[in-house]
């Protein structure tokens, strides 16, 4: 729990830039969905010899671009800062000399705590804002066919939910695995037990 503690405490100290970062990454997806709306009026307003479509859809891509790029360059900051937060708090504790190994491997599990929430956090938004925003604008055109993706989304969330439990316990006991390797090479044992290593 005290593992917990931290990383909720190192949530709640970022929690500003973290809203701020979350927050242009939701416009710049939307903006991403809502282009081919544009694209779609840009082709319907040349068909009537209507520019005003074609222009709209340039403002809105440019606008996607700038969104993302404040974004990229904002996100560099944020994951910088709760990684530097992160290994000064692993600093600031007491240490032995033996020690220096099970920090450097606690550090190497900070950097993939902070790509979790760098990369994969922002697959899954994108994810739900892809599948959503697509049944959305299909429903406009067949509802038969989001019935059938609705009706496809349920054994999918089931071998997604097995899936995601077998790969928990595999990623822990990889984390457990890093950890018995720092023992092994802080002691000096040079016949450990084999199963540990498996």
Known sequence: ???????????????????????LFSIETLG?????????????????????????????HLSYLLVGTIRHIYDTRT?????TSLVTNLLNRRFSRLDVSK?????TLSREFVDFLEHDLVYVIEAVY????????????DK??????????????VVSYIYGKKMNRLNQQKNDELEKQVDIISSGNK???LSTLQ
């Open 1 to 23: 729990m005290a593992k917990f503690y931290v990383l909720r405490k190192l949530m709640l100290k970022h929690k500003y830039q973290l809203i701020i970062t979350y927050t």
């Open 32 to 60: 991403s969905l809502l282009r081919y709306y544009f694209f779609g009026e840009a082709v319907n307003g040349l068909i009537k010899g209507s520019y005003s479509g074609l222009i709209v859809l340039a403002i809105a």
């Open 79 to 83: 994951y910088t800062a709760i990684y």
């Open 103 to 107: 920090l450097s491997a606690h550090s």
């Open 130 to 141: 892809n599948l959503v925003g697509s049944l959305i604008i299909l429903m406009f055109y």
């Open 144 to 157: 038969v066919i989001v019935l059938s993706c609705l009706s496809v989304l349920i054994p999918v969330m």
């Open 191 to 193: 016949s450990p037990n």
